[in-house]
């Protein structure tokens, strides 16, 4: 009998990548989301997921979970108490699931979790590794980190092997976010104010490469209870990576020669500091933990992935 692996969030950006992986790998793949719209065989409906979300009848005949879902992406927060709807969605509900798991027989649960629980800048500093501590700034990645230790807790007291992956920016073909916003920008031909950031360094990953690590993670032996940080393997600065994506699109970016101080200070004016930080500031990780560990290799480099993102992109979504 083939090794069940559960995905849940597997109608979102990467949790649908991973089911096509795992199908496409002969891994028998059971997906659960929110709300089952298409009534799928292999679907279970989950609703919200918190504290009190039943997993069981979901979890039965499961030997590895694949944690994708999670709140993020929040472009407008109507929410009074943000980092308390972070903590019941990302920590409360992913701990919950972590236990029913551990009572149902699950042997493996690999968690999504993201680079900002490390911090948001590695200016003035070495990139990212694995043997840093951790200095979350934002309450997205506050509650990453506090459903990582809970989970590290859950492991030691069941002998669920947990595996935690950290990426920095995933991008890919209907990537929502920065990268989306990006790839309207250019291809609407707007001017962008960011010719001068040219000297920052930031790390990505292809939703190719994650969801690879992400499928070897659920076999490899050495990757039980470990973490590892995630990215292409190429640094570029934000100049960089918008004329590479202007290659991929055959259209040249608008790069405008604003000051990156003037940027910041427009930014925070327009209580956009957070995105000015993501697109000025350098933000490096050190993956070689999944290489050497794991033998890992990221499949594409980061020209390949971008090529494929923006064309399945631009085929797939209006701009």
């Not at 920590?91 to 551990?102: H, K």
């Not at 962008?192 to 490469?209: E, M």
């Not at 560990?293 to 979504?317: C, F, H, I, K, Q």
């Amino acid at each position: 009998m083939k090794k069940l692996v559960a995905v849940t969030g597997a109608s979102g950006f990467i949790g649908s990548t991973v089911v096509r992986a795992c199908e496409k790998r002969g891994v028998a793949v059971r997906s659960l989301v929110r709300r089952d719209t298409a009534g799928g065989a292999n679907s279970f409906e989950i609703g919200d997921i918190d504290s009190d979300t039943n997993w069981q009848n979901a979890l039965e005949g499961v030997e590895c979970i694949v944690h994708c879902a999670g709140r993020a992406h929040v472009l407008i927060e109507r929410n009074s108490d943000p980092l308390a709807e972070f903590r019941r969605i990302n920590r409360d509900g992913t701990l919950n699931l972590a236990e029913q798991a551990a009572t149902t027989g699950v042997k493996r649960l690999i968690f999504l979790s993201s680079i900002g629980v490390m911090g948001s800048t590695t200016d003035g500093r070495a990139p990212f590794s694995e043997s840093d501590t951790p200095q979350p700034m934002m309450d997205y990645a506050i509650s990453k980190l506090e459903a990582e230790r809970g989970l590290q807790e859950i492991a030691t007291r069941t002998g669920l092997e947990v595996v935690i992956l950290r990426p920095p920016m995933v991008y890919g073909p209907g990537a929502p976010g920065n990268f989306a916003r990006l790839v309207r920008a250019l291809v609407k031909g707007w001017p962008l104010p960011l010719g001068s950031v040219s000297s920052n360094r930031r790390s990505y990953i292809g939703i190719q490469n994650l969801v690879d690590l992400i499928v070897t993670c659920i076999e490899h032996p050495a990757a039980a209870s470990q973490t590892f940080l995630a990215c292409d393997g190429e640094d570029v600065s934000t100049v960089d990576l918008l004329r590479r994506m202007g290659v991929a699109l055959k259209k040249s970016p608008r790069l405008l020669p604003f000051p990156v101080s003037l940027i910041k200070v427009g930014a925070g004016v327009l209580g956009k500091a957070t995105l000015a930080q993501s697109l000025c500031a350098s933000l490096q990780v050190d993956g070689d933990k999944a290489r050497q560990m794991l033998g890992w290799e990221p499949p594409l480099d980061l020209n390949e992935g971008l090529r494929l993102a923006v064309e399945e992109y631009l085929s797939e979504t209006p701009v």
